[in-house]
């Protein structure tokens, strides 16, 4: 008998919000066509489960809420699972391997990053300069400490990540795995190994990581132990994950659009520790060698530049939208504004001009695509790696060669639910509220060549020696 490994879904609401059961089967429904109609279109169907929606005994939906109530995290128990629908998403479990049945016996490391946005706003709405030289994610891990979210300031920087740039991708996913926050989890045999810890001891954790990696990188124990084994295994970790994100196992419509590519505005973020070090080297920047057209870090990026006015550029169109839903509530369903989200609804997001001719049709395409930009800058992307022996290596199946080992792997992209048109206003908000902070409490950085001699001192004075 053929067991299969899945993940069930279920909504959630804060208390005393009910939803009859035949809106929570449509909301579900509308989560799986946004996944089978659009998001697949820009990642490719080898790397989008959309899942689908099975209706479950109500018995057995309760005694699982009950059994899982206590795993839940404290932050995320202020809203209620639906447990009188009975229905829920089922997906496939994405810590498990989708290329091949032959590793199904063996043990399976799994990895989940956040990547968040990596580009920096190109649009000539944007009003702060500071937004042109700083990266999003940088400039919020300030307020984010400020108001007590993380303890400390992670290196980490999108940018970074997707440069291409072999360097800076192990630069960034060193400083994920020193500072993971949410950003970075490791699942070994679908249980979590590793990720969500703030202010540990760093050190300690790697060597506990290294100890749950050995036996995938180095299946031999002829490896020394201490400090440099450590160190050699979470090397290996990295340049498999780099090579993994560089891979391309899949094409995709959305390839075809021709979105602004990053290389027309800044490659680099002024934040990002690994620039700093370039600069105090004599370097002006940080090189991006550019990520190769399929791999799925391009796709999200591609998918992501749909912010084509940034926040500022779009909250105006929006307020046009909202007036006009104010007049003509009943146009909302004609407006696509909750769905139907199929084959025409994607063709509009295809629309990249940026002249607005003062229309609701324009405006209302600008927003959608937002809210699948905004999608894209906040998905996970799945990495699933299975040691691979020599005789079961193939060239119909992909695998990535470390230096003692060889990985089957598959990746996948998940949390790809359309963001809320009502969020809009949060966003245009929280964007104020993070740039506002960054510009009050992190000093500027100073120009190259405007150091030194060069620089204007406050006050001087010369003091002469005797010779």
Same mark, same amino acid.
């Given at each position: 008998?053929?067991?299969?490994?899945?993940?069930?879904?279920?909504?959630?609401?804060?208390?005393?919000?009910?939803?009859?059961?035949?809106?929570?089967?449509?909301?579900?429904?509308?989560?799986?066509?946004?996944?089978?109609?659009?998001?697949?279109?820009?990642?490719?169907?080898?790397?989008?489960?959309?899942?689908?929606?099975?209706?479950?005994?109500?018995?057995?939906?309760?005694?699982?809420?009950?059994?899982?109530?206590?795993?839940?995290?404290?932050?995320?128990?202020?809203?209620?699972?639906?447990?009188?629908?009975?229905?829920?998403?089922?997906?496939?479990?994405?810590?498990?391997?989708?290329?091949?049945?032959?590793?199904?016996?063996?043990?399976?490391?799994?990895?989940?990053?956040?990547?968040?946005?990596?580009?920096?706003?190109?649009?000539?709405?944007?009003?702060?300069?500071?937004?042109?030289?700083?990266?999003?994610?940088?400039?919020?891990?300030?307020l984010k400490v400020a108001t007590g979210k993380w303890k400390q300031i992670s290196k980490?920087?999108?940018?970074?990540?997707?440069?291409?740039?072999?360097?800076?991708?192990?630069?960034?996913?060193?400083?994920?795995?020193?500072?993971?926050?949410?950003?970075?989890?490791?699942?070994?045999?679908?249980?979590?190994?590793?990720?969500?810890?703030?202010?540990?001891?760093?050190?300690?954790?790697?060597?506990?990581?290294?100890?749950?990696?050995?036996?995938?990188?180095?299946?031999?124990?002829?490896?020394?132990?201490?400090?440099?084994?450590?160190?050699?295994?979470?090397?290996?970790?990295?340049?498999?994950?780099?090579?993994?994100?560089?891979?391309?196992?899949?094409?995709?419509?959305?390839?075809?659009?021709?979105?602004?590519?990053?290389?027309?505005?800044?490659?680099?973020?002024?934040?990002?520790?690994?620039?700093?070090?370039?600069?105090?080297?004599?370097?002006?920047?940080?090189?991006?060698?550019? %990520?190769? =057209?399929?791999?799925?870090?391009?796709?999200?990026?591609?998918?992501?530049?749909? $912010? @084509? *006015?940034? &926040?500022? /550029?779009?909250?105006? %169109?929006? =307020?046009?939208?909202?007036?006009?839903?104010?007049?003509?509530?009943?146009?909302? $369903? @004609? *407006?696509? &504004?909750? /769905?139907?989200?199929?084959?025409?609804?994607?063709?509009?997001?295809?629309?990249?001009?940026?002249?607005?001719?003062?229309? @609701?049709?324009?405006?209302?395409?600008?927003?959608?695509?937002?809210?699948?930009?905004?999608?894209?800058?906040?998905?996970?992307?799945?990495?699933?790696?299975?040691?691979?022996?020599?005789?079961?290596?193939?060239?119909?199946?992909?695998?990535?060669?470390?230096?003692?080992?060889?990985?089957?792997?598959?990746?996948?992209?998940?949390?790809?639910?359309?963001?809320?048109?009502?969020?809009?206003?949060?966003?245009?908000?929280?964007?104020?509220?993070?740039?506002?902070?960054?510009?009050?409490?992190?000093?500027?950085?100073?120009?190259?060549?405007?150091?030194?001699?060069?620089?204007?001192?406050?006050?001087?004075?010369?003091?002469?020696?005797?010779?």
């Open positions: 008998m053929i067991t299969r490994c899945v993940v069930l879904r279920f909504l959630k609401f804060p208390p005393n919000r009910n939803k009859t059961s035949e809106e929570i089967f449509r909301h579900l429904q509308s989560i799986v066509d946004f996944g089978k109609n659009v998001m697949t279109e820009f990642f490719g169907e080898n790397y989008v489960h959309h899942g689908e929606v099975v209706q479950l005994p109500l018995d057995f939906v309760k005694q699982l809420c009950l059994k899982i109530q206590a795993e839940r995290p404290e932050s995320r128990c202020d809203k209620d699972l639906d447990t009188l629908s009975g229905y829920a998403m089922c997906l496939p479990n994405l810590t498990r391997l989708h290329t091949s049945h032959f590793a199904e016996h063996r043990p399976i490391l799994c990895v989940e990053i956040k990547p968040k946005c990596g580009f920096i706003p190109f649009s000539r709405h944007v009003t702060q300069e500071m937004k042109h030289k700083v990266c999003r994610y940088c400039m919020h891990q300030h980490y920087c999108p940018l970074d990540l997707f440069s291409g740039n072999k360097q800076r991708m192990h630069f960034a996913l060193k400083s994920l795995l020193q500072e993971a926050q949410n950003n970075l989890k490791i699942f070994k045999n679908g249980e979590l190994i590793y990720g969500c810890g703030d202010q540990r001891d760093t050190a300690a954790d790697w060597n506990e990581l290294a100890c749950h990696l050995k036996p995938f990188f180095y299946p031999s124990n002829g490896l020394v132990g201490g400090p440099h084994c450590t160190g050699t295994i979470i090397k290996e970790l990295i340049h498999v994950i780099t090579l993994t994100l560089l891979s391309s196992t899949d094409k995709c419509r959305a390839g075809d659009m021709r979105l602004v590519p990053s290389s027309q505005g800044r490659s680099c973020c002024e934040a990002s520790p690994f620039s700093k070090e370039l600069l105090r080297n004599g370097k002006s920047h940080a090189e991006g060698s550019g %990520l190769p =057209r399929g791999c799925l870090l391009y796709k999200t990026l591609q998918a992501q530049m749909l $912010d @084509l *006015l940034d &926040i500022e /550029g779009l909250y105006p %169109l929006y =307020r046009r939208v909202e007036r006009h839903l104010q007049e003509f509530p009943e146009e909302r $369903d @004609l *407006l696509q &504004i909750d /769905g139907p989200y199929n084959e025409a609804f994607y063709q509009k997001l295809r629309d990249l001009s940026t002249e607005d001719d003062g229309t @609701l049709a324009y405006a209302l395409t600008k927003v959608q695509q937002y809210r699948v930009a905004m999608t894209a800058k906040d998905c996970s992307i799945m990495i699933a790696l299975s040691p691979c022996l020599q005789d079961e290596c193939s060239d119909q199946r992909p695998v990535i060669p470390a230096s003692r080992a060889r990985f089957a792997f598959s990746v996948s992209v998940l949390d790809l639910d359309l963001k809320p048109y009502e969020s809009i206003p949060h966003q245009h908000k929280l964007d104020g509220k993070i740039v506002s902070y960054y510009l009050k409490n992190v000093p500027p950085k100073k120009e190259p060549g405007k150091a030194g001699l060069l620089a204007e001192p406050d006050d001087c004075t010369l003091v002469l020696h005797k010779v």
